[in-house]
T-cell receptor
């Protein structure tokens, strides 16, 4: 069966520090991968999606970036965090149907 | 105006009450999803609909494609149903991208 992992589960980082959040999927190959963010009191917003290794599409221009170095690995990064980057980050994968499967999420607090 | 609108934003009800949460959308969709998010943050997919009605236990989801509207119903509500319920749509002709509603925070009091 398929499993999606995200880490860390929670993270507290100072403003200006770098960020790396990792998402990996098991049990499937060539998945579509997605990063979403939920800011406090707001709905989830698509940040990036990837349909294959090295293929990243950005939905929202900001100081975040994403990379897909391997088929089932999706990484969200920042060189310098802003206070406004605080939120709940959710990774998801899709198998080419309309269903998406979600990871446990990472709660990021930028102080 | 958001492409996916949910109502109400907040809902408090007594245990046993029949609950309805509404979702309207303004884009062409391939599917509509209802999801549940508990206080810890984890999201669970409840339903995926492209037409008609689906039922799972005490949960019922309906969709009217012509009216671009969906409802999530909870019968015989229970305090453990307390959560945020989120409507999301898969945009037609996209790479299965989801557009999310803001969520409805439901509290069921014993």
């Amino acid at each position: 069966s398929q499993t999606i992992h995200q880490w860390p589960a929670t993270l507290v980082q100072p403003v200006g520090s770098p960020l790396s959040l990792e998402c990996t999927v098991e049990g499937t190959s060539n998945p579509n991968l997605y990063w979403y963010r939920q800011a406090a009191g707001r709905g989830l917003q698509l940040l990036f999606y990837s349909v294959g290794i090295g293929q990243i599409s950005s939905e929202v221009p900001q100081n975040l970036s994403a990379s897909r170095p391997q088929d089932r690995q999706f990484i969200l990064s920042s060189k310098k965090l802003l206070l406004s980057d605080s939120g709940f980050y959710l990774c998801a994968w899709g198998d080419g149907s309309y269903e998406q499967y979600f990871g446990p999420g990472t709660r990021l607090t930028v102080t | 105006k958001n492409e996916v609108e949910q109502s109400p934003q907040n809902l408090t009800a007594q245990e046993g009450e029949f609950i309805t949460i509404n979702c309207s959308y303004s884009v062409g969709i391939s599917a509509l999803h209802w999801l549940q998010q508990h206080p810890g943050g984890g999201i669970v997919s409840l339903f995926m609909l492209s037409s008609g009605k689906k039922k799972h236990g005490r949960l019922i989801a309906t969709i009217n494609i012509q009216e671009k509207h969906s409802s999530l119903h909870i019968t015989a509500s229970h305090p453990r149903d307390s959560a945020v319920y989120i409507c999301a749509v898969t945009v037609m002709d996209s790479n299965y991208q989801l557009i999310w509603g803001a969520g409805t925070k439901l509290i069921i009091k014993p």
